[in-house]
């Protein structure tokens, strides 16, 4: 009897160990397999422009860094050229802050419109005046006000500095600013989509629903 008992730990210990060994490979074999994917991104050759970045462009660049995290928390701003603290935002705070450098002010200048046209705005907030804290941070009141200013553009040639929005899942609006700079024949996209502002391989990765180019300065 002694023997048995004595026996079962030895039969557990070498199975505990079986068990071990063949998740330490299993996990191995994984982490290989992340890291050749991450490899082959990483490989993949970025086009630098040749010639200086259009100034949208690099204003909305120059975030990057400086913008590290993204907070949608409603917040009461002072108008016009009001804004949140340059370390966090939303994606539409991109587009907004590039476009302060160039002396146009989405919070004014929407603001000014929905007051003029409320009704033609979206309603799927329940507001029932205008907000100048809230909506030129919402995307599909900026797909109105640029699309009432005739900033549509209809083809597919994207150009660095035009603005494009897209449909994530779950039916979140996104917004961002084209690159200048490329990876093949794909303009890298300015943005934040959860970690402050970047720069990403992302203009086919979701469903583009506007593309809007501003007229010459």
């Given at each position: 009897?002694?023997?048995?008992?004595?026996?079962?730990?030895?039969?557990?210990?070498?199975a505990l160990s079986i068990l071990l060994i063949t998740?330490?490979?299993?996990?191995?074999?994984?982490?290989?397999?992340?890291?050749?994917?991450?490899?082959?991104?990483?490989?993949?050759?970025?086009?630098?422009?040749?010639?200086?970045?259009?100034?949208?462009?690099?204003?909305?660049?120059?975030?990057?860094?400086?913008?590290?995290?993204?907070?949608?928390?409603?917040?009461?701003?002072?108008?016009?050229?009001?804004?949140?603290?340059?370390?966090?935002?939303?994606?539409?705070?991109?587009?907004?802050?590039?476009?302060?450098?160039?002396?146009?002010?989405?919070?004014?200048?929407?603001?000014?419109?929905?007051?003029?046209?409320?009704?033609?705005?979206?309603?799927?907030?329940?507001?029932?005046?205008?907000?100048?804290?809230?909506?030129?941070?919402?995307?599909?009141?900026?797909?109105?006000?640029?699309?009432?200013?005739?900033?549509?553009?209809?083809?597919?040639?994207?150009?660095?500095?035009?603005?494009?929005?897209?449909?994530?899942?779950?039916?979140?609006?996104?917004?961002?600013?084209?690159?200048?700079?490329?990876?093949?024949?794909?303009?890298?996209?300015?943005?934040?989509?959860?970690?402050?502002?970047?720069?990403?391989?992302?203009?086919?990765?979701?469903?583009?629903?506007?593309?809007?180019?501003?007229p010459v300065q």
């Amino acid at each position: 009897m002694k023997h048995k008992i004595a026996f079962k730990p030895i039969v557990l210990s070498i199975a505990l160990s079986i068990l071990l060994i063949t998740t330490a490979v299993f996990f191995a074999r994984h982490h290989n397999s992340i890291l050749s994917i991450n490899t082959d991104f990483l490989q993949q050759k970025i086009t630098e422009p040749e010639g200086p970045s259009p100034q949208i462009v690099q204003s909305a660049r120059n975030q990057i860094g400086k913008t590290l995290r993204y907070d949608p928390a409603y917040t009461k701003l002072t108008y016009p050229m009001g804004d949140v603290p340059i370390s966090k935002g939303v994606c539409t705070d991109v587009i907004i802050r590039a476009l302060r450098d160039q002396n146009i002010d989405l919070q004014e200048l929407v603001h000014q419109d929905m007051s003029s046209n409320f009704s033609v705005y979206p309603k799927r907030w329940g507001l029932k005046q205008p907000d100048t804290n809230i909506d030129h941070r919402r995307v599909p009141n900026l797909i109105t006000y640029f699309t009432r200013q005739g900033w549509v553009v209809q083809d597919t040639n994207y150009q660095a500095g035009d603005i494009v929005t897209w449909e994530l899942k779950g039916n979140r609006p996104h917004i961002g600013i084209v690159s200048d700079r490329k990876i093949g024949d794909r303009p890298l996209i300015i943005h934040n989509i959860g970690s402050g502002t970047r720069e990403d391989d992302v203009l086919y990765r979701y469903t583009i629903t506007g593309h809007f180019r501003l007229p010459v300065q």
